[in-house]
T-cell receptor, first 114, second 114 residues
């Protein structure tokens, strides 16, 4: 089975800190995604990547950046954490092919910014 | 653009009851359709999928049929257990030029009581 591993299940950071959320997948998937999940707002796409060093903005990229230096790793960076970035962050990966394979998700990172 | 509408929750039912969660979609072309499940504190897991009209996806006693004529993909289970308590997400694939992105519904919380 494909595994998507997020480095932390829970994180507590201070306002203004630079925060790195790491995601690694082990099945050579081309596409990787970062979502945040908030009550009543569902899943919102932050950024995605379709190849090494390639990235595209999702629906809510403000305050975030990403890095994909290797195919298996996709990092989400909060440049200066703020309390409104307290959320559950979900990483996912997929094969190419127009989405018919669906995603494999990681277990999520619950980030609290204080 | 593509969109997914699913019934609002929470849906509360007793063990061994019949479960239906409605999902309808709007899409261009011929999307693939998915149901994901999220248990408390976890990431999303693929439950089942269908890639073309009249396909039936099934897993763990859950079923859903891709109905192009009604643009629906309703999830059903004949006899639920307490362990089926979770949030269920309907999703569809974006057009082929969208890097394999999925469009998610808002999620439906299901609570099964003993």
């Amino acid at each position: 089975d494909v595994k998507v591993t997020q480095s932390s299940r829970y994180l507590v950071k201070r306002t203004g800190e630079k925060v790195f959320l790491e995601c690694v997948q082990d099945m050579d998937h081309e596409n990787m995604f970062w979502y945040r999940q908030d009550p009543g707002l569902g899943l919102r796409l932050i950024y995605f990547s379709y190849d090494v060093k390639m990235k595209e903005k999702g629906d809510i990229p403000e305050g975030y950046s990403v890095s994909r230096e290797k195919k298996e790793r996709f990092s989400l960076i909060l440049e200066s954490a703020s309390t409104n970035q307290t959320s559950m962050y979900l990483c996912a990966s997929s094969l190419g092919g127009g989405g018919r394979y669906g995603y494999t998700f990681g277990s999520g990172t619950r980030l609290t910014v204080v | 653009g593509n969109s997914v509408t699913q019934m609002e929750g929470p849906v509360t039912l007793s063990e061994e009851a019949f479960l239906t969660i409605n999902c309808t979609y709007t899409a261009t072309g011929y999307p693939s359709l998915f149901w994901y499940v999220q248990y408390p504190g976890e990431g999303l897991q693929l439950l089942l999928k269908a890639t073309k009209a009249d396909d039936k996806g099934s897993n763990k006693g859950f079923e859903a049929t891709y109905r192009k004529e009604t643009t629906s993909f309703h999830l059903e289970k004949g006899s639920v257990q307490v362990s089926d308590s979770a949030v269920y997400f309907c999703a569809l694939s974006e057009p082929p030029d969208s890097w394999g992105k999925l469009q998610f519904g808002a999620g439906t919380q299901v609570v099964v009581t003993p």
